[in-house]
């Protein structure tokens, strides 16, 4: 009859003990500097300008501009359609 070999999960439990302490020093690191991590700007679109959107994106000559966005010529082509506010 074989025996059974204990699972050493020690091993494991230290390691992410050590990771989750690395990462509260990183924080801790960055509010004493006063560094943040970035967020990006901006909110979510209502669902009638991502309808916009997506009629403009399948048609070849695609309008300019849709309520405060314009799209930019030099990311767009014929697959994919790119419109910037820069207000946000």
Known sequence: MMKRRKQNTSKRKKTTINVLEKNAIKNEWRQR???RKKRSKGGSLKPQELKDFLQASY??????TI??????????????????NHDL
């Open 59 to 64: 048609e070849k000559n695609a309008p300019k």
């Open 67 to 84: 309520d405060n966005y314009i799209l930019d010529d030099k990311l767009s082509n014929l697959y994919g359609k790119v419109y910037v």
């Open 33 to 35: 500097r006063g560094l």
